[in-house]
Structure formats: structure tokens, C-alpha cells
């Protein structure tokens, strides 16, 4: 299945040119008013001509050099182009990696009701450096009709918007670490669809992204998700159903953070550690 890569809007249909139908032209200082093939050009009336150095009301303005244009620029600050996220350099001396400071992307996994929104975001807020948290269910809730409901199943219509929006965290998260911004994604990746899950994150933000899996019990994720509210609370058949799924991470080489005891500031200490062993020893996967 192949899902179209983003780029600029074309003209509507029917239209000749980007902006015939508003009298705009998309190169500036080069306007061209609007005619009528059927009606022939009336003859401009004269004009008189101001004194030498005058203008109609005194002197001439002085006009400004015209600007130079970049595509490059957002205002007058300039960014620098997202790329794919490199694997981490490991450190040159024997101290563990700072991973309080160190600008990192990391993929907060688990299954629905394990606590990986609360604690990326609460790991975003406490850095000592920016940090971004991106949260892939956050971006599929910006399609508003037309929606692809998790609670209706998942098929073609579904996992369409699925990639759509991981696409777009991994542009956002690229884009985020080329400027000096960490950041932290949350998806209930599964480890038997290694395609659709982990391989495609790492096609979209990069090598460098480090994964890590929360995964409390099931009793403890069963307890959240009966908290929850609207279509992000699936019923306990299905939270089981994820959670069984889940447990295929066990023996894949990732890093996995039992959570079931500890609270929402504990964990975010924990996922500090485990950040700060990827960095010096990346995950291979």
C-alpha cells in the first residue's frame, strides 16, 4: 500500500495559473493586470508630469532595495534542515552518559493504559535542556471528519492514518533535533508486525531513535484504562488482547521499564537510566 508524500498544493482544477482567479501573481514586482480579449484596451488618460525632483505632493520617496527571498526561513531566524537522527556517539570517558542533557529521540512504547503519555510528557517538562513530546495518538486525532475510530478495528482506512501520522511525527521529530530540541514519541508498537511498528519509526525519524518499552502488569494497565475516557478507553477484552501482544518484547534486545509499582516521577527517574545506557550502548534493532 503506498500513501502519497507531502508537497505544495496545485492550482484548483480549471485554473490557468496559481493566482488567476484572485489577480495575484506568485512573482512579486512583475504584476500583470487582468484583460478582457472581447473589450479593447481603453487609452490612459494623460498624465502631468511633476516638476524635477517633485512629486505630486512634494518630494520623491526614496524607495528600499528590494529584499533578497529564501525558502529557507521562517521570519528572520533561519533553521536548519530536519535529517535523519544519527546513533548516538557513545561517550569517550568511563562516567555514564548525562541523559538529563543529552539531545535525544526516544520511542516510549507500551500497550493502552500503561502510563506512556503521562510519563513522556512529565519526562518532557523536567529536562534540563528543550524538550519536545509528540504523541502519535494526538496527531491522528487532528483528522476531525472522516476519522478512523481505534475503537471500530483496525483496517485499511485505519492503518492509512496510522502511517499518515507517524510520517508526521517523524518529519516533526527530525526537525526538532536538527534545531536543538530532544524529544519523546509514544506509540503501542507491536513486536510481531516489526514492518508496520519499529521499522517504520526508524525509517521516519532515524537510526538514532532510541525505543523503549513500559509494560506494567495487566492488572495494573486494566485498572488505568478504566479511567480513561472517549475512544482512547477500549474495552478489557482488547486491552488484554494488546497487553498479550506486548509481552512479545521480552527477549528482543529493548530496554523494558516494569512500571507497575511506581509512580508517574519514579518512572521518569528510571527512563533517565535506561536513556542514559542506550546512549552509551544503543539497542540494536
Known sequence: MHYAVGAPL?????QASPGAAMNWTPNPGQHTPPTSPSAPAAPAPPVQQPAPGQGRHGPAPQQAPPMPQSTDITG???LPPGAPVPLPSPPTDTTAPDAAHAAVAV???GPAGAGKTSVARHWADTRRVPTAHISLDDVREWVRSGFADPQAGWNDHSEAQYRLARRTCGFAARNFLANGISCILDDAVFPDRPVIGLGGWKRHVGPGLLPIVLLPGLEIVLERNARRS????LSDEEV????GRMAGWYGSGLPIIDNSQHDVATTVRVLDDVVARSIASPPSW
Do not use: Y
Not at 472517549?230 to 478507553?233: D, S
Not at 488484554?240 to 497487553?243: G, V
Open 76 to 78: 528572520h531566524v533561519q
Open 230 to 233: 472517549g475512544n482512547r478507553r
Open 10 to 14: 496545485p492550482p484548483p482544477h480549471g
Open 240 to 243: 488484554a488482547r494488546i497487553h
Open 107 to 109: 520511542l516510549l512504547i
